[in-house]
């Protein structure tokens, strides 16, 4: 019986997809139904899959775009699509404040930071930010301490 995973990744293979982008352990898919997949291409990709859905399992912040579904191994993540920002300024702006600084020290973001043990230096990019409903949420947050310290 072939399973969900199975099938995507032949799909994938087979160019049904629209490739969106990838960073240096995950390539991503536009899955064409409002998500997305992350697909790892090696352990460092596993771990911050893995992340990803332990965070978007326990955070109710609606800071984060919300994983729906992993493969048992972790090597494939399906997550909530989020519409691209331009600007960082734009996360700025939602947030009222006037640079990354500011952005860094509000308490949403220093409870996340705490909670999950994330590097906040890696939300000043735009492309760590998606919108969804109009409301800018974080798309990329598998980049734990834990996963540099082990991987990078």
Do not use: H
């Amino acid at each position: 019986m072939i399973n969900i995973f199975d099938e995507i990744m032949l799909n994938i293979m087979r160019g049904y997809y629209r490739y969106i982008g990838s960073g240096s352990s995950r390539d991503v898919f536009d899955l064409g139904n409002e998500y997305v997949i992350k697909v790892a291409k090696n352990k460092a990709g596993i771990a911050q899959n893995k992340y990803e859905y332990k965070i978007s399992a326990y955070d109710n912040s609606e800071l984060f775009a919300k994983v729906i579904q992993v493969s048992t191994d972790f090597r494939f993540l399906i997550m909530q699509k989020a519409d691209k920002i331009n600007n960082i300024s734009d996360v700025w702006k939602y947030f009222n404040v006037t640079n990354k600084k500011e952005l860094f020290e509000l308490e949403e973001l220093q409870c996340i930071k705490k909670n999950y043990n994330l590097l906040l230096g890696d939300f000043a990019r735009n492309s760590n930010w998606g919108l969804i409903n109009g409301r800018p949420v974080i798309i990329d947050y598998g980049f734990t301490r834990v996963v540099k310290n082990k991987y990078y």
